[in-house]
């Protein structure tokens, strides 16, 4: 079955082709949402209020930039795909533009940015298009650059897709190994389509604690919404953790899913649910 996720459909300077780059931006919804999410981005960074000089990491067309234009700020933009970048251009969107695949590093001066922000970017650097593709690797030297480019007690928010928690835990992993400290914010996290992921990356010289994130005050489970980087940790080790076939557990989930993908046939839990049965001979 084919993935609904783009990243999986080709490179992304493939996937964002002219046709792609136009459609995106012409379509009311993404816009409002892409745009909500870069002004969350910046209010998570927290800057003082002032302008200040901020990385947009996959700028596309420049709907993530043009939010931080009216909130007040300078920015650059980096981005894979010439069609997007072309789209910006076009706009006459307000921050310079650079064509740049980020997991071979940002080639920015230590020390240029105030902070940065990203908004759907991510996820594309957890799939390997080319055969050197080494995604820690990719992921590492991004998130290095990053860290060297970013003034000291700078911030990057990085709004994001994980596909799974392997793929969260190998990003979390990598930032930190370069450098950064931080963690997960989560908002609306009981919510499906209102659920956001925040990746909160502090350099050294930030004092202030990880922001909670918006919704219930709590997330799933009654845990609290904002995961510092080793909790984090801990908590994709226990998602991660396989359940054994066939158990009760494993049984309700499978259950779970095709009710969710309208499958008929799926018969109402019952306390035999899962038993193991005798053998018949
Ligand atoms: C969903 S779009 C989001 C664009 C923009 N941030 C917004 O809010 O509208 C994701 C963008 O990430 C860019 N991207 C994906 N992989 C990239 C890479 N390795 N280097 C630079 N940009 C990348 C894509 O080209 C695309 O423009």
């Known amino acids: 079955m084919a993935s609904g996720r783009p990243e999986h459909r080709g490179p992304p300077e493939l996937f964002y082709d002219e046709k792609e780059a136009r459609k995106y931006t012409q379509n009311t919804r993404m816009i409002e949402i892409q745009m909500q999410m870069a002004e969350r981005a910046t209010e998570l960074l927290a800057l003082p209020d002032e302008p200040h000089y901020l990385l947009d990491i996959g700028c596309g067309s420049g709907l993530s930039g043009e939010q931080?234009?009216?909130?007040?700020?300078?920015?650059?933009?980096?981005?894979?795909?010439?069609?997007?970048?072309?789209?910006?251009?076009?706009?006459?969107?307000?921050?310079?533009?650079?064509?740049?695949?980020?997991?071979?590093?940002?080639?920015?001066?230590?020390?240029?940015?105030?902070?940065?922000?990203?908004?759907?970017?991510?996820?594309?650097?957890?799939?390997?298009?080319?055969?050197?593709?080494?995604?820690?690797?990719r992921l590492f030297k991004f998130f290095s650059s990053l860290y060297a480019c970013l003034t000291r007690g700078a911030k990057a928010v990085l709004q994001f897709y994980p596909e799974n928690s392997a793929q969260m835990e190998?990003?979390?992993?990598?930032?930190?190994?370069?450098?950064?400290?931080?963690?997960?914010?989560?908002?609306?996290?009981?919510?499906?389509?209102?659920?956001?992921?925040?990746?909160?990356?502090?350099?050294?010289?930030?004092?202030?604690?990880?922001?909670?994130?918006?919704?219930?005050?709590?997330?799933?489970?009654?845990?609290?919404?904002?995961?510092?980087?080793?909790?984090?940790?801990?908590?994709?080790?226990?998602?991660?953790?396989?359940?054994?076939?066939?158990?009760?557990?494993?049984?309700?989930?499978?259950?779970?899913?095709?009710?969710?993908?309208g499958k008929g046939g799926v018969r109402l839990d019952s306390k035999y649910t899962g038993r193991r049965r005798k053998p018949h001979f």
């Open 170 to 261: 190998l990003i979390t992993q990598q930032s930190m190994k370069a450098g950064f400290t931080g963690g997960i914010v989560i908002d609306y996290p009981n919510s499906a389509k209102a659920k956001k992921i925040f990746l909160c990356l502090f350099t050294a010289g930030v004092t202030a604690s990880l922001p909670k994130g918006l919704g219930t005050g709590v997330g799933e489970n009654g845990k609290p919404n904002s995961i510092p980087f080793a909790e984090a940790r801990r908590e994709v080790r226990k998602k991660g953790s396989k359940v054994s076939l066939k158990s009760r557990e494993w049984v309700i989930a499978k259950k779970e899913r095709r009710q969710r993908q």
């Open 68 to 137: 931080l234009t009216d909130l007040g700020h300078y920015w650059v933009g980096v981005d894979i795909s010439e069609h997007m970048l072309a789209v910006a251009q076009e706009g006459e969107v307000e921050g310079d533009l650079f064509l740049c695949d980020i997991g071979q590093g940002l080639g920015f001066r230590p020390g240029s940015f105030d902070g940065a922000i990203s908004i759907s970017a991510l996820q594309w650097l957890c799939n390997a298009d080319k055969k050197e593709h080494h995604v820690p690797k």
